[in-house]
């Protein structure tokens, strides 16, 4: 309980500098002792980073590129570790008990937990936050890392917000709680940081969602050497087909639909939005006002110097 000092805005807190919602103190403990197991595969980012991109990619290549396996939803056979806690899904239930909902939604924590190997896991928590077992190296799980252009990453997430966190103030008003570091997850240099500085551990790969857009072919070849597996030159095109923008937003078992359905139904919103939008590259260029781009430019300058990563 300690953990939580400044309120930050609807029912999140900060949490040893992040921002957290109010029922991590219920599992922040049980997170951090979980046991990791050395076949265990991470896909970790700051939202909006591409990470439904990387799951989809990791997944693929750690499956061989098998077409013939049947598909589920991403949000089970690559859950969200902690998504019961960020969209609010534990304390309805526990208010709620009697309300039915899936398990990996109304308590992600125990149902990684319990997932039979080799799992497919996904989260948003910084490095500091990870289970201990993962921050001391003491596994051979491997992490893949995506990180992406801050100035992108926040238009998305004003996306997000409205979709899916009933935001309905303006943007420039987003973009200063963004840099304040006052959203989900945030501070953002924090995440990006807490995994670029551990990018010389063999078992942690960073992508950046740039390159995966400019030449994704290079990405495949990484990813997969990464995992110590080489792809033929049929299994690289078909993946770049199935890793398309179009095909992942009309694949359900990808593009997150269920997923926002459930959502909508206990917290009702009224954007109708998509969760996998335009995918672009420089998006920020038509949408930040000169004022806003002069920030975002002295706060990287200030986060980035001396740290070796370029965006
Ligand atoms: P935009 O909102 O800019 O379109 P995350 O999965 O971390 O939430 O990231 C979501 C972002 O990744 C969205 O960005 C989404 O459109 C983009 N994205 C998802 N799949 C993509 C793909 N196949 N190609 C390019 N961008 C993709």
Redesign the pocket.
């Known amino acids: 309980k300690d953990y939580f000092k400044d309120k930050v805005h609807w029912n999140y807190l900060k949490c040893n500098g992040v921002s957290l919602p109010e029922s991590y103190q219920f599992f922040g403990e049980q997170i951090l002792n979980m046991d990791v197991r050395d076949d265990d595969i991470w896909v970790c980012?700051?939202?909006?980073?591409?990470?439904?991109?990387?799951?989809?990619m990791v997944w693929r290549i750690a499956n061989d590129v098998n077409l013939e396996l049947e598909l589920e939803d991403i949000a089970l056979r690559f859950p969200s570790l902690e998504v019961s806690l960020t969209y609010g899904f534990w304390e309805l239930k526990s208010k709620n008990p009697d309300i039915q909902l899936p398990d990996h939604i109304s308590n992600s924590v125990d149902y990684v937990e319990k997932l039979p190997s080799p799992r497919f896991i996904k989260t948003?928590l910084p490095f500091k936050l990870l289970p201990l077992k993962l921050q001391q190296n003491k596994t051979n799980a491997k992490i893949v890392y995506?990180v992406?252009n801050p100035r992108?990453?926040c238009?998305?997430?004003y996306?997000?917000y409205k979709l899916l966190v009933r935001y309905n103030k303006d943007f420039e008003k987003f973009c200063e709680m963004f840099l304040h570091g006052c959203l989900k997850y945030e501070p953002y240099w924090e995440n990006v940081l807490g995994f670029w500085n551990q990018r010389h551990n063999p078992n942690i790969l960073i992508l950046k969602?740039e390159d995966?857009?400019k030449d994704l072919r290079s990405v495949l070849i990484k990813t997969a050497n990464f995992f110590g597996k080489n792809l033929t030159e049929d299994q690289i095109q078909k993946l770049i087909v199935l890793?398309?923008?179009?095909?992942?937003?009309e694949n359900r078992s990808?593009n997150?639909e269920p997923f926002i359905e459930i959502y909508k139904k206990w917290f009702p919103v009224n954007s109708e939005g998509?969760?996998?939008?335009?995918?672009?590259i420089d998006?920020w260029k038509a949408d930040m006002s000169p004022e806003m781009i002069e920030k975002f430019k002295k706060w990287e300058k200030e986060n980035l110097v001396g740290t070796g990563l370029t965006l």
């Open positions: 980012s700051f939202p909006k980073s591409g990470t439904t991109w990387t799951q989809e948003h995506v992406r992108d990453t238009v998305s997430f996306h997000h969602f995966m857009k890793l398309s923008l179009q095909n992942m937003r990808i997150q998509k969760f996998i939008r335009c995918g672009g998006q």
